[in-house]
C-alpha cells in the first residue's frame, strides 16, 4: 500500500502562483510515475502533469509553460509549481502514483482544492 498527503491548495488571484506537494509512503517501487490531475464539478478529471522517477516530464497542452512539474525522490515527493494562474484553472488537484510495470500499482491522493479568483 502507498498513502499520498497533498498539500499547498488555496485561494489565490488570477495571475498568481501556488505550488502544490504530495509525498508518498508505504511500500514504493522505485520504478514509478507521480503526476497530477485535476476535476471540476461535472467533469472528468483531466491530467495535468506527469514525471518518472528519472526525470522525465509530460505536460497537458493547455498547461505547458505555466506550470511546472518535479520531484524529489529522496523524499518521494512531487510538486506542481502553478504560475500565472487562471479562474479556469480552479479545481480538485489530485496527486497520482503508479507504474505501469505492476497490476494494481496506482495509486491516488485525497485532493486539494485550488480556486483562482477573477
Known amino acids: 500500500q502507498v498513502q499520498l498527503v497533498e498539500s499547498g491548495g488555496g485561494l489565490v488571484q488570477a495571475g498568481g502562483s501556488l505550488r502544490l506537494s504530495c509525498a508518498a509512503s508505504g511500500s514504493i517501487k522505485s520504478l514509478n510515475v507521480m503526476g497530477w490531475y485535476r476535476q471540476t464539478p461535472g467533469k472528468q478529471r483531466e491530467f495535468v502533469a506527469s514525471i518518472t522517477n528519472g526525470g522525465t516530464t509530460n505536460y497537458a497542452d493547455s498547461m505547458k509553460g505555466r506550470f511546472t512539474i518535479s520531484r524529489d525522490n529522496a523524499k518521494n515527493t512531487v510538486y506542481l509549481q502553478m504560475s500565472s494562474l487562471k479562474p479556469e484553472d480552479t479545481a480538485v488537484y489530485y496527486c497520482?502514483?503508479?507504474?505501469?510495470?505492476?497490476?494494481?500499482?496506482?495509486?491516488w491522493g485525497q485532493g486539494t482544492q485550488v480556486t483562482v479568483s477573477s
Open positions: 497520482r502514483h503508479y507504474s505501469g510495470l505492476y497490476d494494481r500499482y496506482d495509486y
